[in-house]
């Protein structure tokens, strides 16, 4: 099982089998390490069924969303620039989860859409003492009289 973050490098694909089946094809990226070693890291991905109809429209580039996949294997390729072969990962799609995008979130807003307000935490659960401290977990009290 598989299952990652990307980014999709280009559009979608909605295909139709000679037997009539829907396939949606997509192609994404994802990083791995960082500074001088980063690589990136190209997979291949087969959607099928109603679900890739219904998708294909939302998986455009520069889209971020998370892939669950089985049935991974290595693909080897030449590379544009012809400086030799690469390798990417090739899998049939279980799943997809949409991530928002801030520009998408930014559209939506100047279109009338109102987001969720922003979470709130609650007033503090701590009581003021007499003297007018308020307790602070964790902390100490600075009486003089503790022998340590």
């Known amino acids: ?16 089998t ?15 390490g960082w500074g001088d070693n980063k690589k990136t890291v190209w997979v291949e991905g087969s959607l099928w069924g109603d679900r890739s109809q219904k998708l294909a429209q939302h998986l455009t580039k520069g889209s971020q969303l998370v892939i669950h996949g089985d049935d991974v294997e290595p693909n080897a390729y030449q590379k544009k620039d012809g400086s030799g072969i690469a390798t990417s990962l090739r899998m049939t799609v ?37 003297n007018g401290n308020q307790y602070q977990p964790g902390g100490f009290d600075e009486d003089p009289d503790i022998p340590f």
Request: glycine share 6%; aromatic share 8%.
């Open 94 to 130: 279980i799943s997809v989860e949409l991530v928002a995008r801030a520009q998408q979130d930014q559209q939506s807003q100047s279109q009338g859409y109102q987001q969720p307000a922003q979470y709130q935490a609650p007033a503090s659960p701590y009581q003021q003492v007499p």
């Open 18 to 32: 000679p037997s009539g089946k829907q396939v949606c094809k997509i192609v994404g990226a994802y990083d791995v």
């Open 1 to 16: 099982m598989f299952s990652k973050l990307i980014r999709l490098g280009r559009d979608a694909e909605l295909q139709t």
